[in-house]
């Protein structure tokens, strides 16, 4: 199958093109860097010609309310045309566990946006919606550090490795659409805090993580299960020490 990749040159998209192309399918990324711009629609059209899948991991270059919200209803809706155009017969998006239940977050809530272009644009599509990344743990913190002092609040979250995202996502590409969700997460729960703190220390980071039940998480106070996948969700394979290892 042709499969198109949209950010195909990010941290889940050159994984996904890349186990998909060990599994003999024509698997092209697909980014501004090779003249695609979901953004303003260059060469959207024309990457999408003959395609039979569209896989979309791309991410707001801003997080910045306003940004992110503009950049995933705008580019989603480009692919969305484009896609019918082209006759694509799944469309697979990368979203985030949790996105329907934590308004108050600029960024969930246009990921959320994302979604709904997709459930309407009647395309045969699958979301996979993913906890965290483990690998987002050092730029959580950045983001919540303050005088050098990390404050998280104990969120339930269950973060799993970018590998086993990149692994998922590549599966439902080549396979058939559910036209709903899949969710997946890691193999284990933590609190937020703990979470980062944990990997902060194995990289040697002196902050001190500090926890703090008010500190806002992307904008959003979150509960004990406000980042967990739900029942009947696929929990990958790698845990947070396995990773850590590595």
Do not use: C
């Amino acid at each position: 199958m042709r499969i198109v990749v949209i950010g195909g040159t990010g941290l889940i998209g050159s994984q996904v093109v890349a186990r998909l192309g060990e599994h003999g399918h024509d698997a092209v990324p697909a980014s501004p860097s090779s003249g695609v711009d979901t953004l303003t629609g260059d060469g959207v059209k024309e990457v999408l010609d003959g395609a039979d899948v569209l896989v979309d991991v791309s991410n707001s270059p801003s997080f910045a309310d306003a940004d992110v919200l503009h950049f995933f209803r705008t580019a989603t809706a480009n692919l969305v045309d484009a896609a019918r155009s082209a006759g694509v017969g799944h469309y697979v998006a990368l979203s985030v566990v949790g996105a329907d239940r934590l308004p108050d977050s600029g960024y969930l809530r246009a990921k959320v946006a994302q979604e709904e272009l997709i459930t309407a644009s009647g395309l045969k599509h699958t979301i996979v919606r993913a906890t965290q990344f483990f690998e987002f743990a050092g730029a959580i913190a950045d983001t919540a550090t303050e005088n050098g002092v990390v404050r998280l609040s104990g969120g339930g979250v269950q973060p799993i490795a970018a590998a086993d995202v990149a692994a998922v996502v590549a599966r439902t590409a080549a396979s058939a659409p559910v036209d709903g969700v899949l969710e997946i997460g890691g193999p284990e729960a933590f609190g937020l805090d703990e979470w980062v703190r944990t990997v902060l220390a194995a990289r040697s980071d002196p902050r001190e993580v500090v926890t703090d039940p008010g500190a806002r998480y992307f904008g959003t106070l979150l509960g004990r299960d406000s980042l967990r996948p739900g029942a009947g969700a696929e929990l990958a394979p790698t845990d947070l020490d396995t990773w850590l290892a590595r």
